[in-house]
T-cell receptor, first 112, second 113 residues
Framework: TQLLEQSPQFLSIQEGENLTVYCNSS?????LQWYRQEPGEGPVLLVT?????EVKKLKRLTFQFGDARKDSSLHITAAQPGDTGLYLC????????????FGTGTRLKVLA | EPEVTQTPSHQVTQMGQEVILRCVPI?????FYWYRQILGQKVEFLVS????????KSEIFDDQFSVERPDGSNFTLKIRSTKLEDSAMYFC???????????FGSGTQLSVL
């Protein structure tokens, strides 16, 4: 069974601070996605990383896929209150059904 | 941007009743999924569907659950006899192919009383 653990589970920081969220597994994934979810809504895709070692930037967000495609990180620079939300990583199974396994989630709160 | 559409947005039912949750995936997508999220918990995989059959299902997806794609556009999840613990947000999702963007619907909040 492929599992994805995210850390930290909860994070409360002041506006302007930097933070990193980690997504770790002992399994290899063919690709990995990061989502943000607001209460009562479906997850919204932020980025997909496919190649080991890949780094993608989305404004103040930097995503990295581990060289072995087992882990990923999300770094936010100068966090803003609008970044508040639940961040989820999801790995695409290598089994051929293209199933996405979701991580345990990181709930971020950015205080003004 | 194309959307996955789910109806209803909220469903309240009595324990033991059957419910059908409906989804319209994006038209050129080939792989379809149902996920659920119990309040405050992680998003859990239920089932994947490809080429008009289930390609994979989780332990949660027991005999009480079934999926159908009856007419080439709708994708439904049926729970035959709902239990209290089935209360959750149910998300439908679809992708065109491997490595492509997974599009989620906005979910159906199911409450079993």
């Amino acid at each position: 069974t492929q599992l994805l653990e995210q850390s930290p589970q909860f994070l409360s920081i002041q506006e302007g601070e930097n933070l990193t969220v980690y997504c770790n597994s002992s399994s290899v994934f063919s690709s990995l996605q990061w989502y943000r979810q607001e209460p009562g809504e479906g997850p919204v895709l932020l980025v997909t990383v496919v190649t080991g070692g890949e780094v993608k930037k989305l404004k103040r967000l930097t995503f990295q896929f581990g060289d072995a495609r087992k882990d990923s990180s999300l770094h936010i620079t100068a966090a803003q209150p609008g970044d508040t939300g639940l961040y989820l990583c999801a790995g695409a199974s290598t089994s051929g059904t293209y199933k996405y396994i979701f991580g345990t989630g990181t709930r971020l709160k950015v205080l003004a | 941007e194309p959307e996955v559409t789910q109806t209803p947005s909220h469903q309240v039912t009595q324990m033991g009743q059957e419910v059908i949750l409906r989804c319209v995936p994006i038209s050129n997508h080939l792989y379809f999924y149902w996920y659920r999220q119990i309040l405050g918990q992680k998003v859990e995989f239920l089932v994947s569907f490809y080429n008009n059959e289930i390609s994979e299902k989780s332990e949660i997806f027991d005999d009480q659950f079934s999926v159908e794609r009856p007419d080439g556009s709708n994708f439904t999840l049926k729970i035959r006899s709902t239990k209290l613990e089935d209360s959750a947000m149910y998300f439908c999702a679809s992708i065109r192919g491997m490595g492509e963007k997974l599009f989620f619907g906005s979910g159906t909040q199911l409450s079993v009383l």
